[in-house]
């Protein structure tokens, strides 16, 4: 079964400094979907960035970018120039290629901007 | 669009009581699912269905019933609630296609008292 680890429940970076989020998952599978969803104290979960596995480029959103390491199965989301409105709980996620698969969530890491 | 819609946003229910959380969906997605967050555990997944008529248990499934008569909707069933059961629970959907994320609800807080 697959499984995503988030390693770190807690992290903290003063504002406009960059920060990474760190991400680890177990697959047997060789074309997947790899996510973080940020969800901030409102509760709503939103969709930050997405990778797919059979590319080697790595995704970038604005001021987020990931660090995709398909044979370390590392998953990590940079966050540069920290904002006051980043801080949030970010959770990684990973979604086989098969039509119905379900999406698998990692425990979250919870990040604190500090002014 | 409204996307996908969690009602209610709050309940309060007693030990034994039975109660549906809504959850309705209008971007025509196959993939709908219901998970659970509790701090320090993540999202976990309760119940899931590809399609209308077709559902299949998640990592938690007791104690929850679900049915899928429509695409549009996915409704969630407590059948006796417990006090373990006191969490924030999320609908999501999506279209079948794996490439494409989750849309999510904005959730349902359940205290069970």
């Known amino acids: 079964a697959q499984t995503v680890t988030q390693s770190q429940p807690e992290m903290s970076v003063q504002e406009a400094e960059t920060v990474t989020l760190s991400c680890t998952y177990d697959?047997?599978?060789?074309?997947?979907?790899l996510f973080w969803y940020k969800q901030p104290p409102s509760r709503q979960m939103i969709l930050v960035i997405r990778q797919e596995a059979y590319k080697q480029q790595n995704a970038t959103e604005n001021r987020f970018s990931v660090n995709f390491q398909k044979a370390a199965k590392s998953f990590s989301l940079k966050i540069s120039d920290s904002q006051l409105g980043d801080a949030a709980m970010y959770f990684c996620a990973y979604r086989s290629a098969r039509r119905d698969d379900k999406i698998i969530f990692g425990k979250g890491t919870r990040l604190h901007i500090l002014p | 669009n409204a996307g996908v819609t969690q009602t209610p946003k709050f309940q309060v229910l007693k030990t034994g009581q039975s109660m549906t959380l809504q959850c309705a969906q209008d971007?025509?997605?196959?993939?709908m699912s219901w998970y659970r967050q509790d701090p320090g555990m993540g999202l976990r997944l309760i119940h899931y269905?590809?399609?209308?008529?077709?559902?299949d248990q998640g990592e938690v499934p007791n104690g929850y019933n679900v049915s899928r008569s429509t695409t549009e909707d996915f409704p969630l069933r407590l059948l006796s609630a417990a006090p373990s059961q006191t969490s924030v629970y999320f609908c999501?959907?999506?279209?079948?296609?794996?490439?494409?994320?989750?849309?999510f609800g904005s959730g349902t807080r359940l205290t069970v008292v």
């Open positions: 269905s590809v399609g209308a008529g077709i559902t």
């Open positions: 697959t047997s599978e060789s074309d997947y979907y």
């Open positions: 971007m025509n997605h196959e993939y």
């Open positions: 999501a959907s999506s279209l079948a296609r794996a490439p494409n994320g989750y849309t």
